[in-house]
């Protein structure tokens, strides 16, 4: 069983900063890609940055120069770093984790997601 464990969300004023982090746990062989999305109601969720193991990075162009996504392979976590924030980025965010695990047929790769948090910037 995986799990992804999200904190760091709240109530911020625009201007202001986050740093949501995600923690995986369970019976994980590996994880591949991390990344963090964003979902408004009644939209589909859209990519908000994401990061390999190696350590590339991808930004959707509204974040890039205010959010940096980090991870840390050996906690098996993956943080993002929000700055400057706009009330725009008022959403709920979620966690993705690409992670291989053990099967009967060997290993395998699933993607799994966080419950998401909720960011709320006022201004």
């Known amino acids: 069983q995986v799990q992804l464990v999200e904190s760091g969300g709240g109530l911020v004023q625009a201007g202001g900063s986050l740093r949501l982090s995600c923690a995986a746990s369970?019976?994980?062989?590996?994880?591949?890609?991390m990344g963090w999305y964003r979902q408004a109601p009644g939209k589909q969720r859209e990519l908000v940055a994401s990061i390999t193991r190696g350590g590339s990075t991808n930004y959707a162009d509204s974040v890039k120069g205010r959010f940096t996504i980090s991870r840390d392979n050996a906690k098996n976590t993956v943080y993002l770093q929000m700055n400057s924030l706009k009330p725009e980025d008022t959403l709920v965010y979620y966690c993705?984790?690409?992670?291989?695990?053990?099967?009967?047929?060997?290993?395998?790769?699933?993607?799994?997601w966080g419950q998401g948090t909720q960011v709320t910037v006022s201004s």
């Open positions: 993705n984790a690409r992670i291989s695990i053990a099967t009967a047929w060997g290993p395998r790769e699933y993607d799994y």
């Open positions: 369970g019976s994980i062989l590996s994880i591949n890609t």
